[in-house]
């Protein structure tokens, strides 16, 4: 069976469904191609930046998750070994979006851009088996194959499929390694109630980060980021033996109150991982458009979370490309096929620059906290990293990614498509 659509995106994750609904915004219907059963809620939950609630506000849907969500005012750091804590002070606006960061529930998040999308937009259980471009009549085709022998011809393809992106591999970007670095997370459930501010937590010893925000009054998501060897353990798929793991070996030197946290953890939500990235000069060198073919996310810029800033960035990806593509309708009415390339470059020109820096910004600054106890390590964290280093890496989430520019003829998408 052959089909025709005008956009497919590949992945059903923060990336893929926010960039359906910024095109949705311009009036154009995408099909989002989904390899899991439903949406996926891996992680269970993560932090929003400000430059995260200001793509959202673009999309159209921070509304729905800051009416749920407290902002995070305050936290601490403690240092295991010494025992010294830091405060930490977060400014905290008044419209709800560039405000500060909020914690929320990943499938809340995934579900919130879900609903602003027309119910036959996902397909789930739905896996790319090949991709292949051709020609045909002056207009770059997009071929993709289905697992189940299906056949789509697109005009423009976005792989938002995660890490280890089908997409991205066909373009020719080479795997992401490993950081060296693992981490275990979950989702703590009381009950009666957790009785904690709206305040993190996080616990800084060498070798190992670990920390807790609540989410609701009942819900805790915690985390736990630990130097890993190569080839060493793997706790995937055991979630009874990471929790043990942690509580009895990794985790057991902790304060009482984290490890009570992690006693209380729904096992349904408990996951371990090593922790990806892209070399930068990949991001930065390596094709990341062909033909009308690009990625966004993960899938392009796989970085470790020591700066919050994986889903922001692919929130960001979404309304970027939006812009872009939206800057070409309203200047030509609608978008031709033979044109996508040039908006895509765009966004390509756009993106390399900030996720390279987010990459590198991430990795130093896992590096820096987690590395050893040596005196020259030492004196590069806290004399240079943390006092020069940081804050310039920290800046990162207050960017402001756009708006999507207002297309007359948005509220046709029903009816028709805007591509030729």
Wanted: glycine share 10%.
């Amino acid at each position: 069976m052959v089909e025709e659509e005008d956009v497919v995106i590949v992945g059903a994750g923060i990336a893929g469904l926010a960039t359906a609904v910024a095109l949705k915004r311009l009036g154009i219907r995408s099909l989002v191609l989904e390899r899991s059963e439903g949406l996926r809620a891996t992680g269970a939950a993560l932090t929003l930046f400000p430059n995260a609630w200001l793509a959202l506000d673009a999309l159209g849907v921070s509304h729905k998750l800051t009416s749920v969500y407290a902002p995070i005012k305050r936290g601490q750091i403690t240092n295991v070994q010494t025992g010294a804590t830091q405060e930490v002070s977060f400014a905290v606006g008044t419209n709800g979006t560039g405000a500060g960061p909020r914690s929320v529930h990943r499938k809340s998040l995934l579900e919130a851009l879900a609903s602003e999308l027309p119910i036959d937009t996902i397909r789930f259980s739905y896996k790319v088996s090949a991709i292949e471009t051709q020609t045909q009549e002056g207009s770059p085709i997009t071929i993709i194959h289905l697992g189940d022998g299906t056949i789509i011809k697109a005009k423009m393809l976005i792989g938002c499929d995660g890490v280890h992106s089908m997409v991205g591999h066909w373009l020719g970007l080479a795997a992401p390694v490993s950081s060296g670095r693992s981490a275990m997370r979950g989702l703590a459930v009381f009950p009666q109630g957790h009785g904690l501010n709206q305040e993190f937590r996080q616990f800084v010893d060498v070798g190992m980060r670990a920390g807790f925000f609540p989410l609701t009054d009942k819900e805790i998501y915690w985390f736990f980021v630990y130097q890993s060897p190569p080839n060493g353990e793997n706790f995937a798929g055991n979630p009874e033996l990471i929790q043990r793991e942690l509580l009895e070996n990794y985790a057991k030197h902790l304060p009482p109150l984290y490890l009570d946290i992690v006693r209380h953890c729904d096992l349904s939500t408990l996951t371990w991982a090593p922790l990806m990235f892209r070399y930068p000069w990949d991001i930065m060198f390596k094709n990341l458009r062909k033909d009308n073919i690009t990625v966004a996310g993960d899938a392009m810029h796989p970085v470790t979370p020591d700066l919050g800033q994986g889903g922001c960035s692919a929130l960001e990806d979404a309304v970027v490309l939006g812009r872009h593509i939206g800057k070409l309708l309203t200047e030509q009415g609608k978008l031709d096929s033979r044109d996508i390339a040039k908006a895509i470059d765009g966004y390509v020109k756009e993106r390399r620059w900030r996720v390279t820096w987010l990459v590198i910004g991430s990795y130093l600054s896992g590096w820096a906290q987690l590395a050893g106890s040596n005196w020259w390590m030492k004196f590069f964290r806290d004399a240079i990293f943390y006092k020069y280093l940081y804050p310039r890496f920290f800046k990162a989430v207050h960017y402001d990614c756009g708006k999507l520019p207002s297309v007359s003829f948005a509220s046709e998408l029903e009816g028709s498509s805007k591509l030729d």
